[in-house]
């Protein structure tokens, strides 16, 4: 069986990809907010949140960064990734709930490692929500195989 | 009524450095994880990325100091040096490298590790916030 996932050599600096779009419900938020610990009230008090300049609870900053990682996944065949080596990130707008994201992403570097086997691929992400604003955006840094002799 | 204490933008100490309590990362938080996300682990008992960056902030809360009055949380870029696997005991370490006051509020970057049990870095980076200055009494 050959192997469906993309290697090193097979990833094209300017290839785009768009997600499926994904709404984020009240339930993500909670259950993140336990996941993490993280309960601060701009995720945790409905009542707190109406007077506030955002009018209502907004998704983790995090949480939509993690679930734009899920996305990825969804946009393209899977990379050969061996790590994730790193990220420059920006939080551009809330995160509310029943905001329906999705991201778009494109392959804006390759760099071969002194190690002959795998190289590091940058993808530039924007994440988008129903109206089109972007809410984060930024670029990750993925190890990838390169394809087996 | 007392209002809980929060930590200002005049409170936070430029170079001061704060250690969280720590905790083991189980097979149960990268189940829940990766349900929540599909940001799956690469392989079994891996643990992806993201999720100790994520337990951090949790951690974060459980500091003898009030919380950082967060306006908001600009950006930050991250560093995964080593794996992290399931059954790993994290803590992390922060420290501020940069307070920059402005009209509305004033910026902090703060430098934050990822500690594992044996004491070795495993993740690093860099977060910037809009912390809130002390309203005026």
Known sequence: ?149 | MVQPAKFYFEDVALHGVLETPAMTITEAHVTLYAGLTRDEPLEPGAVPEILPLCLTTGLGWRVPQPPLAVLAFMGFEWHALSPVRVGDTIFSRSKTVTKRSMKDGGVVIEEREVINQRGETVHKGKFTFLVAKRPAA
Do not use: C
């Open chain 1, 1 to 149: 069986m050959t192997d469906p996932r993309r290697f090193f050599d097979d990833i094209q600096v300017g290839e785009e990809y768009e997600s499926p779009g994904r709404t984020v419900t009240e339930t993500d938020i909670v259950i993140f907010a336990g996941l993490s610990g993280d309960y601060n009230i701009l995720h945790t008090d409905a009542e707190f949140m109406k007077s506030s300049l955002f009018g209502e609870r907004i998704a983790h900053g995090l949480l939509g960064l993690a679930i734009q990682a899920g996305l990825f996944t969804r946009a393209t065949q899977p990379y050969a990734t061996l790590a994730f080596v790193g990220l420059r990130w920006k939080f551009k707008g809330p995160i509310k709930i029943g905001d329906t994201i999705r991201v778009r992403a494109k392959v804006t570097a390759k760099k071969e490692t002194s190690k002959g086997d795998r190289g590091v691929v940058t993808v530039e992400r924007t994440v988008l929500n129903q109206r089109d604003e972007v809410v984060q955006e930024g670029e990750t840094d993925l190890m990838v195989e390169r394809r087996p002799a």
